[in-house]
Nanobody, 126 residues
Framework: QVQLVESGGGLVQPGGSLRLSCTAS??????????VAWYRQAPGKLRELVAS???????KYVDSMKGRFTISRDNTKNTVYLQMNILKEEDTAVYYC??????????????????WGQGTQVTVSL
């Protein structure tokens, strides 16, 4: 069973940056085959996909995030990162990571048996 823990959220001013981390753990666990996606959910809105990365490092982004957000992974640390730059107030949300071994062909998001983290709050405000 894989467990995911997100960290790195916080309060930042518009135009600022944050780097979120999603660290995976589990018994007899090999992180390399797992694809990971970052999602976010703002108050009163549906959870939406932000970006995904395969076990081999292929990345995909939602169009509105391209250029500002970068997803990456370090398999030696069982961690996937989301670097967020030029943050806007509308980026305020709880950010979740999701991991799985099977992905959608169009956006790389894990499907089927997946695991979610508990989320980390990102607040962009003056």
């Amino acid at each position: 069973q894989v467990q995911l823990v997100e960290s790195g959220g916080g309060l930042v001013q518009p135009g600022g940056s944050l780097r979120l981390s999603c660290t995976a753990s589990g018994s007899s666990f090999d992180f390399r085959p797992y694809a990971v996606a970052w999602y976010r959910q703002a108050p009163g809105k549906l959870r939406e996909l932000v970006a995904s990365i395969t076990g081999g490092g292929i990345t995909k982004y939602v169009d509105s995030m391209k250029g500002r957000f970068t997803i990456s992974r370090d398999n030696t640390k069982n961690t996937v990162y989301l670097q967020m730059n030029i943050l806007k107030e509308e980026d305020t949300a709880v950010y979740y990571c999701n991991a799985g071994k099977i992905t959608r062909a169009d956006n790389g998001a894990p499907i089927g048996m997946t695991t979610w983290g508990q989320g980390t709050q990102v607040t962009v405000s003056l």
